[in-house]
C-alpha cells in the first residue's frame, strides 16, 4: 500500500523599502511562466529554517534574515493533484551576492509592491505567494521558536 505524504516546502516573504522579493519561473506542469517568492523543498537533513535560506539564495542571490514564521499552510495544486505543506517565514535581504549562480529556472529576479503583487495575482505559482503578502501585511508574524528541531 502506498503511503501518501504531503511534499515539505518552504518560502520567504522577504521586504526591502516596501517592496518584496519575488522570482519569475516556468511551472514545470503548465509550463506557464509564473511568479512566487523564493521557496522550494526541504532536503534531507536539513532544517526549516535552513533550507529557506538556501532556496533564497539558490533564487534570488541574496542573502537573507529571517525574522519569523508567517504561516504553515497545505496546498494542493489544482493542475497536478499534489499536496505542499508550506511552512512561510517573514525575512529581511541582508545583501545581495554578485557571483551567486541561480537556479536554472529562475527567470528573472524582481522587487515588487504588494500592488504590483496583487495587479499580477493571475501570474502567482499559487494562492499562498498573495496570501503571506497580505498577512505580512497585517504584521502576522509568530517567533521563530514555533519551529522545534528535535
Known amino acids: 500500500m502506498d503511503t501518501w505524504k504531503p511534499n515539505a516546502t518552504v518560502a520567504a516573504v522577504i521586504e526591502r523599502e516596501g517592496k518584496y522579493l519575488i522570482v519569475e519561473e516556468r511551472d514545470k506542469t503548465s509550463g506557464e511562466l509564473v511568479l512566487n517568492q523564493p521557496a522550494g523543498h526541504l532536503e534531507p537533513g536539513e532544517t526549516l529554517v535552513a533550507a529557506a535560506y538556501r532556496e533564497a539564495m539558490e533564487e534570488t542571490g541574496w542573502e537573507i534574515g529571517i525574522t519569523g514564521v508567517i504561516s504553515v499552510a497545505l496546498f494542493t495544486a489544482p ?11 517573514a525575512g529581511t535581504a541582508v545583501r545581495q551576492v554578485p557571483e551567486a549562480t541561480l537556479d536554472p529556472d529562475i527567470l528573472a529576479v524582481h522587487w515588487m509592491t504588494a500592488e504590483e503583487i496583487r495587479a499580477e495575482s493571475a501570474r502567482m505559482r499559487s494562492p499562498l505567494v498573495l496570501a503571506s503578502v497580505e498577512q505580512h501585511l497585517q504584521g502576522v508574524c509568530y517567533p521563530l521558536d514555533l519551529i522545534v528541531n528535535a
Open 79 to 89: 493542475g497536478n493533484g499534489t499536496t505542499y505543506l508550506r511552512t512561510t517565514f
